[in-house]
């Protein structure tokens, strides 16, 4: 049982390219996320899925893409990356149970990109 | 707006000095205040849900509480390995989200 997994787990890139973050969950769980944390503002949501074909918006989204085509994968897609991107990024899943998604988030080991 | 607001931002303790580290939250319904772990260059691990007040739960050194406006974790005679980032967070009953505060960094020196 992996959990979570993401990659790569380092990545430079330069302003303007773009790339994608990968994750895949082994659980069956449902709700998968992207946080991104920095250095004085704690971890932020980026994007959110409650199930395949089903994404939306967390607190900043701009810069970013998602999609869900299947229960186990949620990638992340920069489409130009920009320095204000350089950050870690975490991706964490849960169960989905009544409209909420349930306790203790997993997460997964992080990806830390810098854009030169 | 919720809001987790977390203290002090970095503690240092000597080996057996029991602590406690503070989260104030505000929301709007409060559907579950996490304590996650952070290790440097890991992900977050999952310590404790807590879901009302007057709510307590253990495990080993660790004791977590919660009130209508704030939650201890308490420390009981801390081991070095015990040393790392303590992050708590809040769900709204109205949503998926979990907002974070900026987490406690807790050293404990032998």
């Known amino acids: 049982n992996a959990g979570v997994t993401q990659t790569p787990k380092f990545q430079v890139l330069k302003t303007g390219q773009s790339m994608t973050l990968q994750c895949a969950q082994d659980m069956n769980h449902e709700y998968m996320s992207w946080y991104r944390q920095d250095p004085g503002m704690g971890l932020r949501l980026i994007h959110y899925s409650v199930g395949a074909g089903i994404t939306d918006q967390g607190e900043v989204p701009n810069g970013y893409n998602v999609s869900r085509s299947t229960t186990e994968d949620f990638p992340l897609r920069l489409l130009s990356a920009a320095p204000s991107q350089t950050s870690v990024y975490f991706c964490?899943?849960?169960?989905?149970?009544?409209?909420?998604?349930?306790?203790?988030?997993?997460f997964g080991s992080g990806t830390r990109l810098t854009v030169v | 707006e919720d809001q987790v607001t977390q203290s002090p931002e970095a503690l240092r303790l000597q080996e057996g000095e029991s602590s406690s580290l503070n989260c104030s939250y505000t929301v709007s319904g409060l559907r579950g205040l996490f304590w996650y772990r952070q290790d440097p260059g890991k992900g977050p691990e999952f310590l404790f849900t807590l879901y009302s007040a007057g709510e307590e739960k253990e495990k080993e050194r660790l004791k977590a509480t919660l009130t209508k406006k704030e939650s201890f974790l308490h420390i009981t005679a801390p081991k070095p390995e015990d040393s790392a980032t303590y992050l708590c967070a809040v769900q709204a009953s109205s949503g998926s989200r979990l907002t974070f505060g900026e987490g406690t960094q807790l050293t404990v020196n032998p």
């Open positions: 964490a899943s849960s169960y989905w149970y009544r409209g909420q998604a349930n306790d203790g988030y997993t």
